[in-house]
């Protein structure tokens, strides 16, 4: 694996192209795309260039290199050395230059305040509350780890922290929820991919986190449950989401709910003609007449859900994932069990932690008043709620502009009855 971007020196000519990629183009797949000759060169922002690392080699082929490739400058004062001509660069999009941007958990760099050049770096805080709710017993669990590398010993990559959270609604017992808590988080650090290329790390763990509790099963059957899962994972501007199961991520942006996750149930109709292809079946709105969920990791004692192989059977670990660029605009996300979801729509989740957030922004304290809410809602499951902010201060509030009048400010509750009442003329 490469370990540091390669140096390309400036074109011969100074009239070869030179492409300025903006910081919004996270994908590194776009540069094949754009079909490079071979005198292209593309000039990358600094945060990307661990990504363009990851398979350098193989892609500089792909991009025509080594007459052309890929450019990684690492401070503003590179791009004075390489001879363009000023009248010959058209750039795209401002993007960052300088160091690699940072997450922190609770705290920011005096640094990147200062980085005029930056566009979006995001404060990191996180709160969790959970609750037995109307069960018996407690069969959820959940993780918030600041930094994954340094929780576990290991030295973050050119000072990037990637930053892990998780929901996992266990079923049948506790035990399942537990292991994969405890397990799936070193599982993915240890990875020789990560944190270069964390959508293949997450999923090859979900199945690897499986197979090795169905090994512990082996040995010790009163262990034998299941459990949902849903990881949340921040590196730099970028924020991975995961999940195989019905535990739900609702992301705020502006104040308007964005799902991150879908949920695994038989009555969606995806997920039934994949059952039903691996062999399974759905019966009054339950896998195999048993399990409310299509995907969990576990339950391997349950006859006829799973198997060693391919194609295996119909219930499957595999998580889907949805990647994003985090911006200005994404204010928090809300991880929760299905017994949150069961009586908050994903809108009324981001009106009332936003709410919340204005009055005291307190990011654990509003973890705790959602749990609370669903109590009183009526929830009867367990109650698990995590919230993750990307600001340091609270939501705005939603402004709406009259012309001829001064400028008034609308709670998002609000304003979401206003688009209710008007959707109704």
């Known amino acids: 694996m490469c370990c540091s971007p390669p140096r390309i020196p400036p074109p011969s000519s ?28 593309f000039l990358l922002p600094a945060e990307h260039q661990l990504r363009a690392c990851a398979s350098c080699q193989e892609e500089r082929r792909r991009w025509g290199c080594p007459a052309g490739g890929v450019m990684c400058a690492e401070e503003p004062e590179d791009t004075e050395g390489l001879g363009f001509r000023e ?20 705290t920011t760099s005096a640094d ?35 930094d994954l590398a340094k929780n576990f010993g290991f030295p973050s990559l050119n000072s990037e922290v990637v930053s892990f959270y998780g929901v996992f609604d266990g079923h ?38 499986d197979c090795q509790f169905a090994e512990t099963c082996s040995h010790h059957r009163a262990l034998s ?9 921040i590196f730099g501007r970028s924020l991975l989401v995961a999940n195989a199961g019905d535990c739900r991520a609702v992301l705020s942006r502006c104040g308007t709910a964005i799902e991150m996750s879908m949920d695994h149930r038989p009555c969606s109709l995806t997920e039934k003609l994949r059952i039903e292809s691996l062999g399974g079946y ?12 299509t995907r969990a990791l576990g339950d391997w004692h349950l006859e006829g859900m799973k198997e060693v192989g391919e194609p295996g059977g119909p219930l499957i670990a595999e998580p889907e994932l949805k990647m994003i660029t985090l911006t200005k605009d994404d204010e928090f996300l809300i991880i929760g069990s299905d017994g ?59 402004k709406v502009d009259r012309p001829g009048r001064v400028a008034r400010s609308i709670s998002a509750d609000g304003l979401n009855s206003l688009r209710i009442l008007l959707g109704r003329q």
Not at 22 to 40: E, I, Q, R
Not at 282 to 293: A, F, P, S, T
Request: one cysteine or more.
């Open 340 to 398: 949150i979801w069961d009586v908050f729509s994903n809108q009324n989740s981001v009106d009332f932690a936003r709410k919340r957030l204005q009055e005291h922004n307190d990011v654990k304290l509003c973890c705790k008043e959602i749990v609370e809410e669903a109590i009183r809602r009526g929830a009867i499951d367990n109650l698990t709620a995590v919230l993750v902010s990307f600001h340091l201060e609270p939501p705005p509030q939603i």
């Open 112 to 146: 990147f305040r200062q980085n005029k050049l930056s566009n979006f770096i995001p404060v990191v805080r996180s709160g969790d509350w959970s609750d037995i709710g109307g069960r018996q017993y407690m069969e959820d669990a959940h993780v918030c780890i600041p």
């Open 172 to 209: 049948g017992g506790k035990d399942a929820a537990h292991f994969v808590r405890d397990n799936l988080p070193r599982v993915i650090v240890e990875d020789s991919d990560f944190p270069l290329q964390l959508e293949k790390v997450v999923r090859r763990s979900f199945m690897q986190i």
């Open 87 to 106: 009248e010959g660069i058209e750039e795209a999009a401002e993007f960052p230059l300088g160091q690699m941007e940072r997450v922190c958990e609770n």
């Open 282 to 293: 759905v019966d009054d709105g339950y896998l195999n007449g048993l399990l409310g969920v």
């Open 225 to 233: 449950s299941g459990t949902t899962a849903l990881t949340a994972m």
């Open 14 to 41: 100074p009239h070869a192209p030179i492409i300025l990629l903006p910081t919004d183009l996270l994908c590194f797949s776009v540069l094949p795309v754009l079909s490079p000759g071979p005198s292209c060169f």
